[in-house]
């Protein structure tokens, strides 16, 4: 069965959503959404903590209740939003092929596509933890849906390996529900989650943190009876004699996201080597013209309230690509990472378009007292000043695209100290 649309959205989460309402709004009546699960909303459905839409709709929202909103309101603009299905393949004609229980396998081709596949946590194989292969070691987020969705408590003892954003929101509902947290273990000098999360989850319930540690072992016979950590050097190595053990029940990682870009890859899609997302310029369209990419399949976000907004950002994008506006006239400039920036998004640079042009990145360490320094051809031409930057949230900086277009080489993005 062969479909044909305007626009498909691929990931029913709050990327995708927002962007199929922006590209509504911006005039596209043809929109299919394509999400795997049975419900739109994506992961915020099993986010049942508050902080999520103080941007977006100015509340205080469970991710249950941000869920449900933008849920609601593309369903009452009347977007078609096809459930149950898996995208396998985009063609580089932009031919989607998908599948689901109702209707086997079939096509949609579209004259535009959004990517908004979101992101998957880095398992214990990813990092090649040694040990047993006992029960008892799961992601953050299935530990999450285990307690909000099923009602199922999987530890009672419990260590937490890497300190994201997932696993400190979970150190904080494993202690309410009654287990005990026994610590939370990190690699970096630093926590990758947002500071409120360290204040709110661990030192509010006296939840010990090790930094610069690691899991080097893993024990149990049929489910996990403790864990060895140990100390790590400059180089992230374990540091012989630093090593301690911690009986547990549950090793719970929280050690990071990646970007679900299997589809990118396979459609040809130039991919970043910094952030795993695809190469994108300032209108967040990919190498493969009419194909754009949001929210965390692009890049690994701090917050939902981002993560929308970008969506939208690439619906409409998608709304103008549409209606055949003029492309910008001459070649892209290319965007590098320059000192202490990790990833920055764009990695490419219209010489035409709206008067201003966003970048997002992630710091490499912290820092104090500092600048973001936008260099063209080696020359700042701006500098914007900040108190704090941390790896464990994004950074964001407008520009002026009449600072940039008149660049010969590349720009380049580096923290100044």
Do not use: W
């Not at 959503?17 to 459905?45: C, F, M, Q, T, W």
């Not at 320059?338 to 920055?344: P, S």
């Not at 992630?362 to 930057?389: H, N, Q, W, Y």
């Amino acid at each position: 069965m062969m479909m044909k649309t305007d626009l498909v959205v691929i990931g029913g989460g709050s990327a995708g959503l927002s962007a199929a309402i922006e590209a509504r709004k911006n005039g596209v009546e043809d929109i299919v959404v394509l999400e795997r699960s049975p419900y739109l909303g994506g992961i915020l459905r099993q986010c049942i903590h508050n902080g999520f839409g103080v941007h977006k709709y100015k509340e205080d929202l469970t991710g249950v209740e941000f869920a449900k909103r933008i849920a609601d309101e593309a369903l009452a603009l009347g977007i078609r939003c096809i459930r149950n299905t898996f995208a396998l393949d985009i063609s580089p004609e932009k031919v989607v092929t998908a599948m689901n229980p109702e209707d086997g396998l079939f096509q949609i081709q579209a004259q535009a596509i959004v990517l908004a596949m979101g992101c998957r946590e880095r398992s214990r194989g990813a990092l090649m933890i040694p040990g047993t292969r006992c029960a008892g070691v799961i992601t953050a987020g299935t530990a999450q849906r285990y307690l909000n969705l099923e009602g199922y408590l999987p530890g009672k003892r419990v260590v937490i390996l890497g300190s994201g954003d997932i696993g400190l929101i979970m150190a904080r509902q494993f202690v309410i529900e009654g287990a005990k947290v026994e610590r939370v273990v990190e690699l970096m000098p630093y926590s990758s989650g947002l500071a409120r999360n360290i204040s709110q989850c661990l030192e509010d319930f006296d939840i010990p943190i090790s930094y610069n540690s690691t899991v080097v072992d893993i024990k149990g016979r049929g489910r996990v009876e403790s864990v060895t950590v140990a100390q790590v050097d400059a180089q992230r190595r374990p540091v012989p004699g630093t090593e301690f053990h911690i009986p547990c029940d549950t090793l719970l990682i929280s050690a990071g996201l990646i970007p679900e870009n299997e589809l990118t890859k396979a459609a040809g899609i130039a991919i970043s080597g910094t952030t795993k997302g695809a190469v994108v310029d300032d209108s967040l369209m990919t190498t493969l013209p009419g194909v754009f990419s949001c929210g965390n399949v692009l890049h690994v976000h701090d917050l939902v309230d981002h993560v929308s907004e970008e969506g939208a950002r690439a619906g409409a994008n998608a709304a103008r690509y549409l209606r055949q506006e003029p492309a910008p006239a001459g070649d892209q400039i290319a965007v590098e990472d320059g000192f202490g920036v990790n990833g920055a998004v764009p990695q490419l640079i219209r010489r035409e378009g709206p008067e201003t042009v966003q970048f997002m990145f992630r710091p490499r360490d912290k820092f104090r007292s500092c600048a973001v320094c936008i260099d063209r051809d080696g020359e700042c031409v701006k500098r914007v000043s900040k108190m704090v930057l941390a790896p464990g949230e994004m950074c964001t900086v407008s520009v002026e695209r009449s600072l940039l277009n008149t660049a010969r080489d590349k720009i380049a993005l580096r923290v100044e100290v």
